[in-house]
């Protein structure tokens, strides 16, 4: 049997706490209505989530190094993926996940897996180069909104598309799916 590398537990154990904490200050500010101005107001809730997404993903990238069957880890992610979607469809408090961090991680160890004759083929000087040119040109694309309503459901932004309503009658938001762009 294969000893584990410790340090990547640690650091994921600890990550799992940090995504607990900011999950349970996102359900009170955001659902329950608490006022969180220190997590609903600044740029810390930006940081906090890149800190355990980032640290999700370097993780991931790493063992894709380090796996035997990267499709078989990919289809994993997906199983969990799908179970997290389910879940949050069915409970419907707030929105379903539609990508979340887990859908990335299973998207981009599949993209791994699929290209990894080509990767094996790039130095690691062009490769982190490529990467971070394609980190720089896509930095901006969640705060994008660019019309693609056909993909709304996979949470990709559209315009007219979705939009929140609060109730009255509770401290909860409902995310429906309505086309309000005019039709020709």
């Given amino acids: 049997m294969q000893k584990r590398i410790t340090i990547f ?13 900011f999950h349970a200050c ?14 609903t107001q600044t740029v810390f809730q930006d940081i906090w989530r890149a800190s355990i997404s980032w640290v999700f993903l370097f993780i991931a990238g790493w063992m894709c190094t380090l ?16 179970v997290v979607w389910l879940a949050t469809t069915l409970v419907s408090i707030d929105d379903s996940v539609n990508f979340g961090i887990i859908y990335c991680m299973a ?24 990467c971070l040119l394609l980190f720089a040109l896509t930095w901006s694309i969640p705060k994008t909104i660019y019309p693609v309503p056909h993909l709304a459901w996979l949470g990709f932004p559209s315009r007219g598309l979705s939009q929140v309503i609060t109730t009255p009658s509770s401290r909860f938001s409902l995310c429906i799916l309505q086309d309000t762009t005019p039709h020709t």
């Fill in 26 to 39: 996102y359900d009170l500010a955001y659902l329950y209505g608490w006022d969180m101005p220190w997590f």
């Fill in 9 to 21: 537990d640690t650091v994921r154990g600890f990550t799992m706490i940090s995504m607990a904490g």
């Fill in 67 to 82: 796996s035997r069957n990267n499709i078989k880890r990919a289809a994993k992610y997906a199983l969990a993926a799908l």
């Fill in 107 to 130: 998207a981009c160890t599949g993209i791994v897996a699929l290209t990894d004759p080509v990767l094996k083929k790039i130095s690691a000087r062009w490769g982190m180069s490529l």
